[in-house]
């Protein structure tokens, strides 16, 4: 027998979890010495560095036979109605205190020796970090596929580590989503190319927060690495969503979600266009009102931001999939709710904003950037909304060009701002964050000159887009001022080609 004695043990294991009759057998001797000898072999390959990781497999390893698999049995086990008594809860919280400590001391340890970028990796948005994770700096610089393996292994454990906090949370024990979130964002931030981090901080919306879980899933989609089940979760949701009724007691924010949401649902999946026009303008009207209503402006601002992001992918989902003959009417719906949405009253919201007006810009910055990068030019002109959305844009311009200080020719922004930082790995705004420097003490001097930075990339876009011969949106050299060019724009649609 030339199996190795770790495969035998996972093997054990597997029938061990599988023939247990109750949940107490499951922390009981024999599987926690199984579980013991796997934990102990795969923490001496990971003691003995990444590439010994990735040639074993061991972090994955480790996590499915060391502690998931007795986690989710157990969760199962609950979910059925089996009855728990407290020493069997007991021993599931240490499971998941032990495995909690085993993966956030090997990502502490190599965060120390192999990744030296990482410093404060986890400063946006504003949450709770442990200290433990910013040790000194190695002496020496690491090999550099070391310091790839080193990052995917640090990547995988803090999703682990999130995974660990949610179930804590879901057990009812304590509150730990602030845990799973904080995990999870230092993830997103140790390697935004990869998707599996939004998709898990979509989990941890669950239908508390429908509008931010599907804002995540989108992000997902859009990643450089897109994780395998984002697609089914981001029409799950939407399917929940459709059955969903919108009640008289619901907040503005929840009748406005389950609107909007049903507007995304038959975008995204090209359904029916009968009656969309009345659906369109009950969500402009329900957005409206939400947006005149007394809630958090910071509240108003993220959802304007998770809105826009969706508007985008959708704008980009129905112009890049297969061409039909109702793909510029699908098209025409998507630019008509995202004029109505984010343009429509923009001027009004930014004059009336209180606290950090700029955060409203975030918005149209996420808008124009993409419309610059993926040159969504000819889609966007041959549609009455599409020119409305150009004037909106104009204003907004034109406001921000009036208040700011007189200079020849804004500067483009260099260092990035936190709806930079939270975005880096959304693929269709890449060739913008690659201009940006992402190092953190550098963000960090420039806190207090977001507002200024943000005005400046907006008018910096802005002549960039007008300098663009196919787009309407032009610039007055005299007058100083945008305005939207109309014999370009029925130029544009009479040459709009059927498919992009």
């Given amino acids: 027998d030339t199996q190795h004695p770790v495969m035998r043990w996972e093997s054990k294991l597997a029938a061990a979890v599988k023939a247990a009759k109750s949940a107490d057998e499951l922390f009981a001797d024999p599987i926690l010495d199984i579980r013991q000898r796997i934990k102990m072999h795969y923490d001496k390959i990971i003691l003995q560095g990444p590439k010994a990781v990735a040639e074993n497999n061991a972090d994955s390893n480790v996590w499915r036979f060391g502690f998931y698999m007795v986690i989710d049995?157990?969760?199962?086990?609950?979910?059925?109605?089996?009855?728990?008594?407290?020493?069997?809860?007991?021993?599931?919280?240490?499971?998941?205190?032990?495995?909690?400590?085993?993966?956030?001391?090997?990502?502490?340890?190599?965060?120390?020796?192999?990744?030296?970028?990482?410093?404060?990796?986890a400063d946006f948005p504003s949450t709770t970090t442990s200290s433990a994770l910013f040790l000194p700096n190695p002496r020496a610089p690491p090999d550099a596929e070391d310091e790839e393996r080193a990052k995917d292994f640090c990547l995988r454990a803090l999703i682990y580590l999130g995974d660990l906090a949610r179930y804590?949370?879901?057990?009812?024990?304590?509150?730990?989503?602030?845990?799973?979130?904080?995990?999870?964002?230092?993830?997103?931030?140790?390697?935004?190319?990869?998707?599996?981090?939004?998709?898990?901080?979509a989990v941890l919306c669950g239908s508390d927060d429908t509008l931010c879980a599907a804002y995540r899933y989108v992000c997902c989609l859009c990643a450089q690495r897109v994780f395998p089940n984002a697609t089914a979760n981001l029409s799950s949701l939407l399917l929940r969503n459709r059955k969903a009724a919108v009640q008289s007691e619901d907040s503005l924010r929840a009748r406005f979600t389950v609107h909007y949401l049903n507007i995304v649902d038959i975008l995204y999946n090209r359904g029916r266009l009968d009656g969309f026009e009345l659906l369109a303008e009950r969500n402009a009207s329900c957005w409206q009102e939400y947006l005149h209503s007394s809630d958090v402006i910071a509240t108003k601002h993220t959802a304007m931001l998770h809105c826009t992001v969706l508007n985008v992918f959708l704008l980009g989902h129905l112009t890049t999939s297969e061409p039909s003959a109702d793909q510029e009417k699908y098209v025409h719906c998507a630019v008509y709710v995202t004029f109505h949405m984010l343009l429509r009253n923009l001027v009004w919201f930014y004059d009336e904003s209180e606290g950090d007006k700029s955060t409203v810009l975030c918005s149209v910055k996420i808008l124009l950037l993409w419309l610059r990068c993926v040159e969504f030019y000819t889609w966007l002109q041959a549609t009455s909304s599409g020119?409305?959305?150009?004037?909106?844009?104009?204003?907004?311009?034109?406001?921000?060009?009036?208040?700011?200080?007189?200079?020849?020719?804004?500067?483009?922004?260099?260092?990035?701002?936190?709806?930079?930082?939270e975005l880096r790995g959304f693929v269709p705004l890449t060739p913008f964050f690659k201009t940006l420097s992402f190092d953190f003490e550098e963000r960090q001097r420039h806190l207090a000159d977001q507002h200024r930075l943000r005005c400046q990339c907006l008018l910096r876009v802005g002549l960039d887009l007008a300098a663009e011969p196919r787009c309407t949106l032009q610039f007055d050299l005299n007058q100083r001022k945008f305005f939207v060019s109309q014999a370009h724009a029925s130029l544009q649609h009479q040459q709009q080609p059927q498919q992009q």
């Fill in 168 to 201: 804590a949370e879901t057990q009812g024990k304590t509150t730990e989503n602030w845990k799973a979130a904080r995990f999870y964002l230092q993830a997103l931030q140790l390697a935004p190319e990869d998707g599996m981090a939004h998709n898990q901080l």
């Fill in 387 to 421: 020119t409305k959305l150009w004037e909106g844009v104009a204003q907004l311009l034109n406001t921000l060009h009036s208040t700011a200080p007189d200079q020849s020719e804004p500067l483009r922004q260099s260092v990035a701002l936190p709806e930079d930082v």
């Fill in 73 to 121: 049995d157990f969760r199962k086990r609950v979910k059925k109605g089996e009855e728990m008594p407290d020493h069997v809860k007991q021993s599931f919280a240490s499971t998941l205190q032990e495995a909690s400590g085993f993966f956030l001391n090997h990502v502490c340890r190599y965060q120390a020796l192999y990744l030296q970028y990482t410093q404060g990796l």
